[in-house]
Antibody, heavy 121, light 108 residues
Framework: QLQLQESGPGLVKPSETLSLTCTVS??????????WGWIRQAPGEGLEWIGS???????YYNPSLKSRVTISLDTSKNQFSLRLSSVTAADTAFYYC?????????????WGPGILVTVSS | EIVMMQSPATLSVSPGERATLSCRAS??????LAWYQQKPGQAPRLLIY???NRATDFPARFRGSGSGTEFTLTISSLQSEDFAVYYC??????????FGGGTKVEIK
C-alpha cells in the first residue's frame, strides 16, 4: 500500500524559500498511474491545491502560486519535492503531499500526515 | 477557475440522526466530484469519488449524490466517529483542482 511522508523545516523566515520533500514507499514514483501533488491548509482553514507532477516530470501548478512554486522528482530516492519562494506569513500552513490518479480521476487517493510550516522571523 | 461552495459551514447533529451536506460548483463539473473527511490533527481521507462512489474504507451510511453543479453528501445515522470536517473537490477542470470551504459536522 502506498505511503507518503513529508519532511523538511518547520520554520522558515520571511522572504526565504520553503523546501519540503515527500518520501513515497510501497510503490514507485516513476509509475504512469499517479500524479504526485502538494496541498496546503492554513491553520483552521480549508484546502488549497498547490500543484502536481507526473512521472514524465510535467508539472501543473495553481495559477495563484505558479510564479513561486517548483515541484520536482528524485526518482533515485523515490521522492518528490516542493519549493515555494519568497514566503510570507500567509504561507504558514500544514503542507500535505498526496497522490492522485490520472486520466480523468484527479482526486487524492493517498495523503501524507502533513507537516506544519511556520513563516516567522 | 471553478469555485466550490459548501453549506452549511457548521452542522450540529445528534448521534443517530441524518446529516445532509451540500456542495455547489460555479459551473458544471459533471460527476467529477470527490468528498473528503478530515478529523482534527489528521490528513483528509478520500470518502467519495465520481460524486457517488464510496471509498472502500467507509461504511454504507455515507452516500454521495448529484451531478452538474449540485451535490449532496448524506450520512444516514451519525456515529461518534463521523464528527469531522467534510470537503468537496472538483476535478473536472484539471489541471486546476479546487476544494470547497468545508462543512464541520459537530455534536448537537
Amino acid at each position: 500500500q502506498l505511503q507518503l511522508q513529508e519532511s523538511g523545516p518547520g520554520l522558515v523566515k520571511p522572504s526565504e524559500t520553503l523546501s519540503l520533500t515527500c518520501t513515497v514507499s510501497g510503490g514507485s514514483i516513476s509509475t504512469n498511474i499517479f500524479y504526485w501533488g502538494w496541498i496546503r491548509q492554513a491553520p483552521g482553514e480549508g484546502l488549497e491545491w498547490i500543484g502536481s507532477i507526473y512521472y514524465d516530470e510535467n508539472t501543473y501548478y495553481n495559477p495563484s502560486l505558479k510564479s513561486r512554486v517548483t515541484i520536482s522528482l528524485d526518482t533515485s530516492k523515490n521522492q518528490f519535492s516542493l519549493r515555494l519562494s519568497s514566503v510570507t506569513a500567509a504561507d504558514t500552513a500544514f503542507y500535505y503531499c498526496a497522490s492522485h490518479d490520472s486520466s480523468g480521476y484527479e482526486y487524492f487517493v493517498g495523503w501524507g500526515p502533513g507537516i506544519l510550516v511556520t513563516v516567522s522571523s | 477557475e471553478i469555485v466550490m461552495m459548501q453549506s452549511p459551514a457548521t452542522l450540529s447533529v445528534s448521534p443517530g440522526e441524518r446529516a445532509t451536506l451540500s456542495c455547489r460548483a460555479s459551473q458544471s463539473v459533471s460527476t467529477k466530484l470527490a468528498w473528503y473527511q478530515q478529523k482534527p490533527g489528521q490528513a483528509p481521507r478520500l470518502l467519495i469519488y465520481g460524486a457517488s462512489n464510496r471509498a472502500t474504507d467507509f461504511p454504507a451510511r455515507f452516500r454521495g449524490s448529484g451531478s452538474g453543479t449540485e451535490f449532496t453528501l448524506t450520512i444516514s445515522s451519525l456515529q461518534s466517529e463521523d464528527f469531522a470536517v467534510y470537503y468537496c473537490q472538483q476535478y473536472e477542470n484539471w489541471p486546476l483542482l479546487t476544494f470547497g470551504g468545508g462543512t464541520k459536522v459537530e455534536i448537537k
